[in-house]
């Protein structure tokens, strides 16, 4: 996941392979839940790793539920048959609405004495229909707050459940699926019936309701769709098993990709045109967008038609969550996109007809919007601006926009706070740049060179850190290569050139985290030493050897960008690379900060030697025939002798900024 402050795209230029898909966040939270009222144990497949789950999964703790969590699988042993809690118990649902209003419903029909709190925003989310409903039926609910919105606190129930309970069907049809989780819990002596009071919305989230309470052994009898009676005696039974189909929402943003990137096409795993969920009909939209697609079990594969896709006006009452890409596909077609019946997006996690229409614009698109539609203009290709995404906590918001990166103009694109993809697919942006590509020289890359122990290693991976981008350690490569060539017997002398370059075009190295590891064998602390960098120094004199780590050092350049360290990154490696930085310190200096870092790590060291040695170092490295330490000509130089690490980092922060201007960030 980026966690970073921003995320800046660079302009894409097409895109192919597979994507496997997390499961979904709705059908993740209803199993937990349905898996918690049972009696006995439910192994969940493919559970979707999220803030959303992560929620459920605390509350379901909190209630005395059994939870073991190994990767994506979870096993929970439930309640069914066993005492509820007695103790009042206050709950954190933070901004997850697919926990907090099944587990109200649950909890208020079960009764006790419950807090249930979130996020700000939690706060600002309507969940007044369906306390009037509880209520309705006997549940005691009170406001902590504001008069139809969490906090709520909820106690002892005296249920009356004789009469249908009436249900407002035109407002989210999560409140109709909490009910339909919940009353099963009540219905020893009789049957319980729901009556949806105007046009039922969101359908297809009721069917998935619907498909897995069946699951659970709840055989809701469902009459139109105005009535549901969930008979006397129903009893959750665990299906021992379950798998957790993948978001179908999260498949429209690849589905889109593969309709607007060019490419030999993309493969989504994890759903199919079969799905329980409804979202997946988004298929049928980008279709008549252009997309071509074809579907198995599990599966679907996409590729670009018409091009450029066609605008349409669509009623997205169907798929209220996907049609969101719809808005993003619009700025590719060929003329106006209007997304109709699209009420529902004014009360999700952010009001996302003003956020898409808002950030739309900063791209330069020409949007029109109503109380429940929104319409977008195609965008030219010689209109698009560079934008700086705001993403209102809403991971929707920040998916779609990164399909933006795909434009014409091959401006890059900023996605603000990429994190809040978190909610429902935290890997959402690994997942498009395993699939993305563009060309080299769209693919940023930041090169720190100076001497040694002038902290190259420091500043470039906490610059790599703050942006998102990935780290090469070039000196590390001269390390493991002269490693690698005494433990083969070699010389690091130019007699063993040859034999040396052979081994280093073929060098099995792998970085993970901190350590280096060849040959699959940890060689970080060997290649660390004194010993190490001044053998790296002498392998790296010998042109040949230089020259076969070439290609290895351009395969670190990958999406989004890469800070790399070293010697020559400005001057050979990446001679295009848009920032240079030529950091230096004085010897004095470097050579005080390599005698901490040694102590520090349990080294035995000598300041004078040290110093020695650097200067040795520097020596051989600046006067090399080939590649020798110097400032690249654009390079900007920064003598941090007297910075402290954070002073150096802002300011190569402040360097890159000026070259990478977005529209103002809001
Ligand atoms: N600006 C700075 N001020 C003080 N110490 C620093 C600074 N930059 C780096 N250091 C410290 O100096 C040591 C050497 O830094 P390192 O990044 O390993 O250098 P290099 O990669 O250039 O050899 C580290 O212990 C690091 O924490
Ligand atoms: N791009 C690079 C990186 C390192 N090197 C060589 O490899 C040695 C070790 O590099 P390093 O970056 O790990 O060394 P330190 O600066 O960390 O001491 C340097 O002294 C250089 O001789 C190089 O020639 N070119």
Redesign the pocket.
């Known amino acids: 996941m980026f966690s970073t402050a921003f995320l800046d795209l660079p302009a894409l230029q097409g895109a192919s392979g597979t994507v496997t898909l997390p499961g979904s966040k709705s059908i993740s939270n209803r199993v937990l839940l349905l898996s918690a009222l049972c009696q006995g144990t439910t192994v969940v497949h493919d559970l979707l790793d999220s803030d959303d789950t992560r929620v459920m999964l605390a509350a379901l703790r909190q209630l005395g539920c059994g939870v073991e969590v190994a990767g994506t699988t979870v096993t929970i042993t439930g309640l069914g048959g066993r005492a509820w809690p007695t103790e009042a118990i206050e709950f954190f649902m933070g901004n997850a609405g697919t926990a907090m209003r099944p587990l109200t419903a649950a909890l208020a029909v079960q009764g006790g004495d419950f807090t249930l709190k979130g996020v700000p925003r939690m706060h600002e989310r309507p969940i007044g229909d369906l306390v009037d409903a509880l209520r309705e039926l006997g549940c005691a609910i009170d406001y902590l707050g504001n008069d139809g919105y969490p906090p709520l606190r909820v106690r002892q129930p005296s249920l009356q459940l004789d009469k249908p309970i009436p249900v407002r069907g035109d407002v989210s049809s999560q409140f109709l699926t909490a009910l339909l989780m919940a009353l099963p819990l009540a219905t020893q002596d009789r049957a319980i019936t729901i009556e949806v009071v105007g046009e039922l919305i969101s359908k297809p989230y009721i069917e998935i309701t619907l498909n897995l309470l069946a699951r659970y052994g709840i055989a809701v009898e469902r009459q139109g769709w105005e009535r549901f009676v969930i008979p006397e005696g129903s009893r959750y039974q665990s299906p021992g098993t379950i798998h957790v189909e993948a978001d179908a929402s999260s498949a429209s943003y690849f589905i889109a990709l593969g309709a607007i990137a060019e490419g030999k096409g993309i493969r989504i795993q994890g759903v199919g045109a079969d799905s329980i969920q409804g979202d997946i009909r988004f298929m049928d939209a980008a279709e008549q967008m252009g997309a071509k697609i074809t579907s198995g079990p599990n599966w679907l594969e996409i590729q670009r038609g018409a091009w450029p896709l066609k605008g349409i006006t669509l009623d997205c009452n169907h798929i209220p969550d996907a049609a969101m890409t719809l808005a993003v596909m619009a700025l590719y077609a060929d003329g106006p996109t209007t997304l109709r019946n699209i009420a529902s997006w004014r009360v999700k996690e952010t009001d996302r007809i003003a956020a898409m229409a808002n950030e739309s614009r900063k791209l330069g698109a020409t949007v029109e919007e109503g109380p429940d539609w929104i319409t977008i203009h195609a965008l030219p290709a010689g209109q698009w601006k560079r934008a700086s995404i705001h993403t209102y906590d809403d991971h929707r918001v920040a998916m779609c926009f990164s399909l933006a990166a795909f434009n014409a103009a091959q401006v890059p694109v900023r996605i603000e706070d990429p994190k809040c993809v978190a909610k429902t697919f935290p890997d959402y942006f690994e997942a498009l740049f395993s699939v993305a590509h563009t060309a080299a020289q769209n693919i940023p890359v930041i090169c720190i060179?100076?001497?040694?122990?002038?902290g190259?290693?420091t500043l470039a991976s906490r610059v790599a850190a703050a942006l998102g981008y990935h780290y090469l350690?070039?000196?590390?490569?001269?390390?493991v290569t002269?490693h690698a060539a005494l433990q083969a017997g070699l010389t690091l002398e130019a007699i063993d050139e040859a034999a040396i370059a052979k081994l280093a075009r073929s060098l099995p190295v792998r970085f993970e985290g901190d350590q280096v590891l060849l040959d699959g064998v940890d060689v970080t602390d060997a290649?660390?030493s004194?010993q190490?960098?001044?053998n790296?120094?002498?392998?790296?004199?010998l042109p040949a050897v230089?020259d076969a780590?070439v290609d290895l050092?351009h395969s670190f350049q990958r999406l989004p960008g890469l800070l790399?360290?070293?010697?020559?990154?400005g001057t050979?490696?990446f001679p295009e690379a848009p920032l240079k930085v030529f950091l230096t310190a004085s010897a004095a200096k470097r050579a005080e900060r390599?005698h901490k870092q040694l102590i520090s790590k349990g080294f035995s060291a000598n300041i004078d030697a040290l110093r020695a040695d650097?200067e040795a170092?520097?020596a051989?490295?600046m006067s090399?025939s080939v590649?020798p330490?110097k400032p690249a000509q654009d390079a900007l130089q920064l003598d941090n002798s007297s910075l402290t690490i954070e002073a150096s980092v802002e300011q190569v922060m402040v360097w890159w900024q000026s070259r990478q201007v977005f529209g103002s960030p809001t």
């Open positions: 060179d100076g001497p040694t122990a002038s190259k290693g350690d070039s000196g590390a490569l001269y390390r002269a290649i660390r004194e190490g960098g001044m790296a120094s002498k392998v790296s004199v230089r780590l050092q790399a360290d070293g010697r020559d990154m050979v490696i390599r650097l170092r520097d051989r490295d090399r590649a330490l």
